[in-house]
């Protein structure tokens, strides 16, 4: 699929990335071979599953999935369904502290029944230095709308675009994304993020 989707890329003119969002297992570990990740261009990690875990448990099971070099991004990080689904017991500090450690950067979920990061945890971030990326979490096209529910969630949490790894043009998200994680954080300051 990754050859077909590069080949699409090349002959449209349009700029395709390859990825997946994968779950972390209650273990840690993760969904699929760190050889299939290695051939992504951008992979996002999520818990979907074990939720019941305590929250050293969680917490650590996050970290875990964040030590990968191949997780850019862990989404929806409480894993709260408005109505629906309380979130997950989860030390948010320890993990904005492992996320900027690691290099890895943190979703702000714009969809209407998940808005996860909210705004106190993404004010908590900024002040930790954390990096993010507000994305739609669409299953469907007309949900690219929900878009400026992330983004008023982001406004609200005091996150400027400058820490938004996807208000990036293309050329500095591929250079972004070819670094090793360690060296992610620095790539952001150096380019007045």
């Known amino acids: 699929h990754n050859t077909a989707i590069r080949e699409l890329s090349e002959s449209s003119g349009m700029r395709l990335l390859t990825g997946t969002e994968m779950d972390i297992k209650p273990d840690g570990s993760l969904d699929y071979s760190d050889e299939l990740l290695a051939d992504l261009d951008i992979v996002i990690a999520s818990i979907h599953s074990g939720m019941d875990q305590d929250s050293a448990k969680m917490t650590q099971r996050v970290i875990d999935a964040m030590e990968s070099p191949h997780v850019d991004i862990i989404c929806h990080l409480t894993a709260r369904l408005l109505g629906k689904r309380s979130p997950v017991e989860i030390d948010i500090a320890a993990v904005f502290e492992a996320a900027v450690q690691t290099g890895t950067v943190m979703e702000v979920n714009s969809s209407p029944d998940r808005l996860d990061l909210k705004a106190d945890h993404l004010r ?22 929900n878009m400026r529910f992330g983004v008023s969630t982001a406004i609200r949490g005091w996150v400027e675009a400058d820490r938004v790894i996807n208000t990036l043009h293309y050329a500095e998200l591929m250079a972004f994304l070819a670094l090793p994680k360690s060296e992610r954080y620095a790539f952001n300051k150096s380019h007045g993020q």
Do not use: L
């Open 124 to 145: 908590m971030g900024v002040d930790m230095g954390v990096m993010f990326a507000v994305n739609t979490d669409s299953h469907q096209t007309w949900q690219f709308e």
